[in-house]
């Protein structure tokens, strides 16, 4: 059995979580990741979210 270690990615600008934290959201039994930055910008509409799951 492997322990390969996949690292996370802010589903809008791909920034990583080695760089800086992200936190995970879920949507329609789908789970992904964002920055604090770019999580302004799917909970007021100026990204579709939609177009992320």
């Excluded at 390969?4 to 990741?33: D, H, M």
């Excluded at 604090?36 to 007021?44: G, I, R, W």
Aim: with cysteine; aromatic share 12%.
């Amino acid at each position: 059995m492997s322990n390969q270690y996949q690292t996370n990615n802010c589903v809008v600008c791909a920034v990583t979580e080695n760089e800086i934290p992200l936190i995970a959201i879920s949507y329609k039994q789908q789970r992904t990741w964002t920055c604090f930055s770019c999580l302004p910008q799917l909970l007021h509409g100026k990204k579709n979210i939609d177009d992320y799951f």
